[in-house]
């Protein structure tokens, strides 16, 4: 029989998170700071406007593109939030979640030998995605000493005549780093000179702490370069009704539209109302819940401090990256033993990039209970360890 495989997928390694998600969900009394899931019900109010849109019978397709009153509500926030001015109508497209709106803008704008430029360690998708379309990844290895953020002479070194695409995965999962305004300057004055495209994943926009973020896409002469990419999940708690968006110049959004319409048709409607609710009305509920992510920040911060952790302070998103290089083992085989040894499931440094070998992503989207209890048995595990090493 003739292979039934793509080679091009069969080679594509699966996500180095789910092993952990798989061993604990069959562990008793196993706690998992893996997960990169809010751990609040999405508001009422947003599961109101759903329950309602289901209870008048609202259940059919809509615009391939998504409603018209949730792309104008998009448009008011981002102009809002973020200062950027984007056509509803023509430059604003609603997807079935983020992922969906990075794969789209990817299959959208490379060609096969396309060189993308990925700053590592960051979310597992950017770079199947870019492999699947048979582009080139090209990681870039973010530095702890920068803070993990992306430095212009990093992007300088790995530019060359073939790339057309910056992934900017800023705030980053999994460092929590973020791109003040003045270092993003600096990206885009390159972008601009070398004449590359930027895809902004701006997922946990609103979770920033102690400083507002700022899109690349507002800085001058960006906006026409870069796709932004945003969603629901992250700051409404909005997982499980996947839906994101992507906003970007007409050209490439109606391309994008394009691939949607064959490969989805169109978002979840029901979690499209809701939405429209989210963005109208959902402010003070993503305050409330920023800051109850900051206090949990501050509390795993001061921990580390105590068990000798070597941790850089993140300002975004819901994830510390500790580094664990002292214990002198793999961040597999340390992430493996804590599971085993003290059931508490934290995820590989190496599942986000082979430079993340030597840390850990600890995801602080859990209660206070849950991470002082988890902590205390990380606690243990440190200890252990260091006294295995005397």
Known sequence: ???????????????????????????????????????????????????????????????????????????????????????????????????????????AMI?????????????????????????????????????????????????????????????NNPTGAIMEKEELEDIAKICIEKDIFVLSDEIYAELTYGTHHVSIASIPGMKERTIVINGFSKAYAMTGWRLGYAAGPELIIEQMLKIHQFAIMCAPTTSQYAAVEALKNGDDDVQEMRESYNQRRRFLINEFKKMNLQCFEPFGAFYMFPNIKRFGMTSDEFATRLLQEEKVAVVPGTAFGDCGEGFLRISYAYSLEALKEALGRLDKFIKRMDEEKK
């Open 111 to 171: 060609d096969p030998g396309d060189e993308v430029l990925i700053p590592q360690p960051s979310y597992v998708s950017y770079l199947p995605c870019v492999q699947l379309v048979l582009g080139k990844p090209v990681p870039i290895e973010l530095q702890e000493k920068d803070n993990f953020k992306l430095t212009k002479q990093q992007l300088l070194d790995n530019i060359t005549p073939k790339t057309k695409l910056l992934i900017l995965p800023f705030p």
């Open 1 to 107: 029989m003739r292979n039934p495989l793509s080679n091009t997928v069969v080679g594509i390694q699966p996500s180095g998170i789910r092993k952990f998600f798989d061993i604990v969900s069959e562990m008793k009394d196993a706690i998992s700071l893996g997960v990169g899931e809010p751990d609040f019900d999405t508001p009422w109010h947003i599961r109101e406007e759903g329950i309602y849109s289901l209870e008048k019978g609202r259940t059919f397709y809509t615009s391939n593109a998504g409603l018209k009153e949730l792309k104008v509500e998009i448009s008011r926030y981002l102009d809002r939030r973020f200062g950027l001015s984007y056509d509803y109508n023509k430059e604003v497209i609603v997807t079935v979640g983020g992922s969906e709106a990075i794969d789209l803008a990817v299959r």
